[in-house]
């Protein structure tokens, strides 16, 4: 990207398409070609008037949330803040997580998306949407990358240590989902167990509804292999 920050004219000027088209409180997302590459551009600008305040404040947050994760590979690099209501970041290469790019290589793909967690984790970050397969991708190679902190915690030292416990276990247990979806032959006994667990916590969540893919039924039927019934 530009050196110099691009104003909302001159971005909205350059060739772009349009990947989400956002909500009363989600930004739109788009991706940018600048002179320097193509790069992602979240927007808060034309939600409604009377939620824009609350879209903007949100959108700050995010940005918070990925100035604290400067250096960390395999999320966004945060290049600019375009105006109060949108910024910019790195365009990640890769696919939202599929069962055909997770089948090649599942207990590495698993690996590799825990290893970032507890990146993020070591910030002082909690993603807390990576059961949205949308926003874990990866690559040709099996790399793995997150993307969309908008539901994210920033916790400092001490939240952190009051709360990181339980907010960590839920980015985890959204790997231990794919690979109780995708490859459930992977899956050890303590996995399994885990995986019935976080199905169970689920369910008591009064917020959004519940909607099983077939893990549960995945781990226990692991469970009956293992155990050789």
Known sequence: ??????????????????????????????????????????????????SRWLARWLLARERRVLERLHGVAGVPELLACLDRGAFACTLLQGRPLEREAFARQPRA????????????????????????????????TG?????????????????RWLLGGPLG????????????????????????????????WRRLWPFTPHRSRGESEAARKRLREISGR
């Open 1 to 50: 990207m530009a050196a110099e920050p691009l104003s909302r004219g001159q971005w909205q000027a350059l060739p772009r398409a349009l990947l989400s088209r956002g909500s009363r409180l989600k930004p739109a997302v788009w991706k940018v070609e600048t002179p320097s590459g193509a790069v992602i551009v979240k927007d808060a600008a034309g939600a409604p008037t009377w």
């Open 109 to 140: 793909v698993v690996e590799r998306l825990l290893a970032l967690i507890e990146r993020l984790h070591d910030r002082g970050v909690f993603h807390l949407d990576l059961r949205q397969r949308q926003n874990v991708l990866v690559d040709e």
């Open 143 to 159: 790399a793995v990358a997150v993307v969309d902190f908008g539901a994210a915690w920033r916790l400092g030292a001490g939240t």
């Open 169 to 200: 276990w839920v980015d985890r247990q959204a790997a231990l989902k794919y690979l109780a979806r995708y490859a459930p032959e992977e899956l050890s006994p303590e996995e399994a167990r885990a995986v019935l667990r976080a199905e169970r």
